[in-house]
């Protein structure tokens, strides 16, 4: 399969613990987007690479949180001292950066987190 | 400010007819583009369709059509020949220009559910 994958599908956590997320985007895409969605609500922008460069944060995004993409290939996001108001899904999605299919945004399944 | 409205919260069709899902929208911005995804229970978002604010024609894609009225900001998804497997939600996004890249604004979402 090459499409965007995520790791893991699913994770509970105690409030105050951290966790982190992994996005394997499509191989060759420059562009690595996370999103995050609550029940009932559309995904909402968190920040965005272009290869390594992290070039636009969310308001959303606080301070507990953090994202990286050494290499512009693969991409981590890591919540520190999850609080409940954390759960949600975590949703990675790239794109290639040229051509038509640069319109098009590939979304991963998803990371459940769940903050009990 | 750039907005996405879904007004159907959910939509029930009998299998083989066609559907419309409604999706207005709000920018100021010349151009822009808009998406259509599909998220079964599984999570994941799938790319459906895409319309850009300078595509002459209205997009189509298999049994999907994006009905595309820009003087009335809207981009009504059309699903023909409805089946079983569309039952999911639906959601209605809008690319704000930054940059060039795809940050997606999302609406709330239209669950369908498709009746045999």
């Known amino acids: 399969d090459t499409g965007v994958s995520q790791d893991p599908r699913h994770k509970i956590t105690k409030r105050g613990q951290n966790v982190t997320f992994r996005c394997d985007p499509i191989s060759e895409h420059n562009r690595l987007y996370w999103y995050r969605q609550t029940l009932g609500q559309g995904p909402e922008f968190l920040t965005y690479f272009q290869n390594e460069a992290q070039l ?14 050494p290499k512009g290939s693969f991409s981590t996001l ?27 945004i590939y979304f991963g399944e998803g990371s459940w987190l769940t903050v009990v | 400010a750039q907005k996405i409205t879904q007004t159907q919260p959910g939509m029930f069709v009998q299998e083989k007819e066609a559907v419309t899902l409604d999706c207005t929208y709000d920018t100021s911005d010349p151009s822009y583009g808009l998406f259509w995804y599909k998220q079964p229970s599984s999570g994941e978002m799938i790319f459906l369709i895409y319309q850009g604010s300078y595509d002459q024609q209205n997009a189509t894609e298999g049994r999907y059509s994006l009905n595309f009225q820009k003087a009335r900001k809207s981009a009504n998804l059309v699903i023909s020949a409805s089946q079983l497997g569309d039952s999911a939600m639906y959601f209605c996004a809008m690319r ?16 369908l559910a498709v009746h045999p």
């Open chain 2, 96 to 111: 704000r220009p930054s940059g060039g890249y795809n940050k997606l604004i999302f609406g709330a979402g239209t669950r």
């Open chain 1, 56 to 69: 636009e944060k969310s308001r959303l995004l606080s301070d507990r949180f953090s994202a990286e993409r």
């Open chain 1, 78 to 104: 890591e919540i520190q001292r999850t609080e409940q108001g954390d759960s949600a899904m975590y949703l990675c999605a790239s794109s290639p950066g040229t051509g038509s299919s640069g319109n098009t």
